[in-house]
T-cell receptor, first 113, second 115 residues
Framework: DVKVTQSSRYLVKRTGEKVFLECVQD?????MFWYRQDPGLGLRLIYF???????EKGDIPEGYSVSREKKERFSLILESASTNQTSMYLC????????????FGQGTRLTVV | AQKITQTQPGMFVQEKEAVTLDCTYD???????LFWYKQPSSGEMIFLIY??????QNATEGRYSLNFQKARKSANLVISASQLGDSAMYFC????????????FGSGTQLTVLP
């Protein structure tokens, strides 16, 4: 059974804290993605990675950074959390072919207070 | 510019009836793929159906079919014989060959199936 696992289901952090969201996939996928999901806005791409140590900005990268030191792991970092980063964060992975679906983690509900 | 547009924030359908969820897209790449995902209240993302830009026939998967109109750049999801368990958020997404790594989503449609 294929899996994308996010380290936390719920997180509460204080403004200004450095926050790490971890994602691990067991499908040997090249591509990994971080999205945030907000009501009425759908899923917006923050960053994605197509190989180890490779990353590209998505539509809303401001305030975020990422790290991919191993193929199976993709981390999202909030350098200094702010209340407007309160959201649902979804990690996904996929192969590189055009017709390959993305597999998603269960999501992390982050609240910044 | 919005690449994927879903104009129906919410839809209602009676159980056992068919429903169409709209999706239009914008691309200049001749090679692309379109995906539909379902997200129940539990939050998991479930892949439903895929349509490639060069596919000659509309994709079908069980009760799901995709009404693909290439000239209009639309890829509407049709759910036949709706069930209560179909109540969920539905997302349309696109991947272009020119940026094959990215998967871009629309804003979603909340479908409610009424008993």
């Amino acid at each position: 059974d294929v899996k994308v696992t996010q380290s936390s289901r719920y997180l509460v952090k204080r403004t200004g804290e450095k926050v790490f969201l971890e994602c691990v996939q067991d499908m040997d996928h090249e591509n990994m993605f971080w999205y945030r999901q907000d009501p009425g806005l759908g899923l917006r791409l923050i960053y994605f990675s197509y190989d180890v140590k490779m990353k590209e900005k998505g539509d809303i990268p401001e305030g975020y950074s990422v790290s991919r030191e191993k193929k199976e792991r993709f981390s999202l970092i909030l350098e200094s959390a702010s209340t407007n980063q309160t959201s649902m964060y979804l990690c996904a992975s996929s192969g590189q072919a055009l017709n390959t679906e993305a597999f998603f983690g269960q999501g992390t509900r982050l609240t910044v207070v | 510019a919005q690449k994927i547009t879903q104009t129906q924030p919410g839809m209602f359908v009676q159980e056992k009836e068919a429903v169409t969820l709209d999706c239009t897209y914008d691309t200049s790449d001749p090679s692309y793929g379109l995906f539909w995902y379902k997200q129940p209240s539990s939050g998991e993302m479930i892949f439903l159906i895929y349509q490639g830009s060069y596919d000659q026939q509309n994709a079908t998967e069980g009760r799901y079919s995709l009404n693909f109109q290439k000239a209009r750049k639309s890829a509407n999801l049709v759910i036949s014989a709706s069930q209560l368990g179909d109540s969920a958020m539905y997302f349309c997404a696109m991947r272009e060959r020119s940026s094959a790594r990215q998967l871009t989503f629309g804003s979603g449609t909340q479908l409610t199936v009424l008993p």
